[in-house]
């Protein structure tokens, strides 16, 4: 059981825009940054967000992050069929389980 | 171009060890923390180790404490982890990943809590079984 939790399935249509939650604690995301991958079927996850809400390079603006309190989100506006893919935030913990979490991946379909 | 390459996966049995590499190419590996993730099949990722960019400093899973070492070699530009006392629930494909900023001075830390991990390898597989 990850101290990370996202709901486990996502789904919305070309065009529109959705969130993934990310829901922790005050041990990590209460006190650090938050991190979201994109892992493409039969692929390596790709860095999407960093720092909360930093884009690396050549991550296209639709994506975006953010954090409040213990919990983050991930937003994907203007969704398209290509984003279809498992989605993962993850967070240094700073209490007993750490220091590396990952929350359990929320796979994203495009109706 | 920066690339990851591990190595080093396959099968074993239950109890024995085995080593895995991942060979580093493109960026100066000695500004760089790197990270061990996994993903057993069908499943989600899993943390498995960090060492910091000097070697000065290195974490563990719980689930892999006191059984699994990382460690580097700057000069050959090759982080490993040594897996001992190997279970069947260490079956997955395990990947190295880089963190998400170089180091350039300072307080390390706080670039390997908030950069996250900006490159990854294709991973190699290791099975555990009888």
């Known amino acids: 059981q990850s101290v990370l939790t996202q709901p486990p399935s996502a789904s919305g249509t070309p065009g529109q825009r959705v969130t993934i939650s990310c829901s922790g604690s005050?041990?990590?995301?209460?006190?650090?940054?938050v991190n979201w991958y994109q892992q493409l079927p039969g692929a390596a996850p790709k860095l999407l967000i960093s720092?909360?809400?930093q884009r690396p390079s050549g991550v296209p603006d639709r994506f975006s992050g953010s954090k409040s309190g213990t919990s983050a989100s991930l937003a994907i506006s203007g969704l398209q069929s290509e984003d279809e893919a498992d989605y993962y935030c993850?967070?240094?913990?700073?209490?007993?389980?750490?220091?590396?979490?990952f929350g359990g991946g929320t796979k994203l379909t495009v109706l | 171009q920066v690339q990851l390459v591990e190595s080093g996966g396959g099968v074993v049995q239950p109890g024995t060890s085995l080593r895995l590499s991942c060979a580093a190419s493109?960026?100066?590996?000695?500004?760089?923390?790197m990270h061990w993730v996994r993903q057993a099949p069908g499943k989600g990722l899993e943390w498995v180790a960090v060492?910091?960019?000097?070697?000065?400093?290195?974490y563990y899973g719980d689930s892999v404490k006191g059984r699994f070492t990382v460690s580097r070699d700057n000069s050959k530009n090759t982080v490993s982890l040594q897996m001992n006392s190997l279970r069947a629930e260490d079956s997955a494909l395990y990947y190295c990943?880089?963190?998400?900023?170089?180091?350039?001075?300072?307080?390390?830390?706080?670039?390997?809590?908030?950069?996250?991990?900006?490159?990854w390898g294709q991973g190699t597989t290791v099975t555990v079984s009888s």
């Open positions: 720092n909360n809400n």
């Open positions: 990943a880089r963190v998400g900023a170089r180091y350039t001075g300072g307080w390390y830390r706080p670039l390997v809590v908030n950069y996250g991990m900006d490159v």
């Open positions: 993850a967070v240094w913990d700073d209490g007993l389980n750490g220091p590396v979490a």
């Open positions: 493109g960026f100066t590996l000695s500004s760089y923390g």
């Open positions: 005050s041990s990590n995301i209460g006190i650090n940054s």
């Open positions: 060492i910091w960019f000097d070697g000065s400093n290195k």
